[in-house]
Structures are given as C-alpha cells and as structure tokens.
C-alpha cells in the first residue's frame, strides 16, 4: 500500500475517533447516503461508457474486464454495477431506487432478469426496503418452480477441499450407497436456503454421519407413514416435534399449562408462566426500543432480561421480564454496570439457547 494511502486512511480514523457518540451516527448516515449517490452516478456512467462501447478504444475487449483491470473493482462489484447499469438503460428508474436506498444491488440484481416494461415499476414498489430472502420470496410468487426431489448424497471432503459427489438415494434405502461420481464441487459455506414457490423452499446442508445414521433409521422407523422414505418430509416432523419440545424446555409450554405457584421474592428463577406469557407478548423477539420508536429485529439469542435488575429489586413478573437478544441483554447490563449497578446482578437471567 503506498505511503500516502495509509496516511490517508489513518487521517480518516483519527477523524472519526475524535466525533462523540451523536456526530459518529449523524455523520455515517451522510457518508452511506453520499456513498449511494456516489455509486448510483458510477452506474449510470458505466452505462453510457457500455453504450458507446468506449472499453474497445482503450483495448479491452469487454466493459466487464475494463471495471476489473483500469477500475479495480472486485468481480461481483464490476458484475452488479454493469447488470444494473445495462437494466437502467431500459428502466431509469432503477437508478431512482438505488439513489433513495429503497432498493439495493443485490436486490436490484435478483429483480433485473424479472423486470419488463409494464410490470417494473410494480416490481420495484414492491421491493422496497426489503432483503434479499424477501425479495426472493417475491419472485417465487411471481414466477412459482416445481419442488426439488429429496436428495442424500455421500461427500468425501479434506478440510473444505473439492469432493465427489455420489448418486441419489433419498427414496430408496439409506443402507447402499451407490459408487461416487467423478464430478467435482465445493462444499457450500453455509446452508442454502431458496424459495421455490409460495410456501415451498428448497432447503441444502451437510449432515455428519451420526445425523445420516439417524436419518437412516427414522426412514426405517416411519415406512409405515412415509413410504418412500423422503427425508424432506422426515425433516419436517423432527423439526416440528423439536420444536415442541425446546417450547416445553426453554417457554414452559404445555398442551395444558398448570398455574404458577409463584415464586420467592428473592429467587431468581422465572416461572413457565411467565416465561410463556412475555414470549406470546413480545412475540418471540427482542423487545428493546431506541427512543425514535424502532425495535431491535432480532430473534436470535434470545434471553429473558429483568427491566428493574434483580440486583435492584426487580421480581420475575411479565411486567418486568422481557425478552432481549444477547447484544442488548449485554448492552443494558453495561449501562447498569456504568451508573453504578453490579453487572453480575444485572446480565442475563434465562439463556433460551435460540
């Protein structure tokens, strides 16, 4: 990196280090919004430069490779700025979207190949301000797949390296596993999860062979209610009788929940009626609040929090249990900790283990 490069990146930290708490938001909002019009005029550039085919004159053979090689950009940043700059030339309002932040690239890069000329701008309402999973959940209404077939394959791999993949075995037994195929592929780095149609997802992850051992034995077990075995369907039923059961574990639930005997003032143990109680009431998700009225999203980590600290008095009541995500459990203990209260007395009380 050259000299005057680190200098600059130091000046820019030192400057950020020296904005107290309200300058250092209020200033990143700016920098975000500047970094959208900055992006947004790049694209619309690149989007004339693309037209007049200007890379040829400059001995490129592609706009693609003239953004990698003379702009540095990285692959997926010279990709997604040319699809959205070829998309714009046709729907400028594309641009509009990207400006204003209601539509991202990666968004705008699922939408482009779902985009025509009467149906783009319903499209793009649509899309705003939503996510990636969102968005994919709207065009698999849009435009519905079939369902994927159940599929177990056998993956022989070396510390992330290629593996093979071996043939299909998901409605037969799980006992004979075929010779593996010479096709080499790369584990996904995470599980892959894609909606297919409304309602339907395409579900993908690597099993360790005690959870391929079990499968195998509960397509034994449940021949007589799934007789093909599909271990899509068998997933389904473990999952929803885990489920049941980590509700009966961590929320106290129960088909015919008995009524609370209360607990002691000084315990800090939380009864299943509560713990049910502030679940239903705050939704399954983490109940803090800024000032501006927004709410953490979180559902996640979740752990019951003590509004008034139990090192402070407060009882294990829904009126002063509510749920919170690890972060904020922790933030709200470092508040406490930093007016004076005792951390330990404050942190979390009931790790759910979600």
Known sequence: MPWYTCAMSTDFLSTAEQLSDQELLARVKVLAEREREATVALIAHLAVMDERRLYLGQGFSSMFTYCRRILHLSEYAAYSRLE????????????????????????????????????????????????????????????????????????????????????????????????????????????????????????????????????????????????NGDAGKIIELALARLVKDLKRENLGAANRPRRSRGTAPDSRHIPAEVRRNVWARDGGRCAFVVHSGHRCTERAFLEFHHVIPYGAGGQATVDNIQLRCRAHNGYEAELYSGSGGRESEYRRVWNLGL
């Open 84 to 227: 959205a700059a070829r998309a714009a030339r046709k729907y400028p309002i594309i641009l509009e979207r990207l400006a204003e932040g209601s539509v991202n690239l990666t968004t705008a890069g699922l939408l482009v190949p779902e985009l025509t000329p009467t149906n783009h701008r319903k499209l793009l309402d649509a899309a705003r301000y939503k996510g990636k999973r969102e968005v994919q959940e709207l065009i698999a209404r849009l435009r519905p797949k079939s369902p994927v077939p159940s599929i177990v394959r056998k993956l022989t791999t070396a510390d992330m390296s290629p593996v093979q993949i071996a043939a299909p075995v998901a409605a037969q037994s799980c006992q004979d596993l075929s010779l593996p195929l010479s096709i080499p592929v790369r584990p996904s780095a995470r599980p892959v999860v894609v909606p297919l149609a409304p309602e339907r997802y395409k579900v993908q992850f690597t099993a360790s062979m005690g959870g391929y051992e079990n499968l195998c034995l509960a397509q034994d077990l449940l021949r007589h209610q799934i007789p």
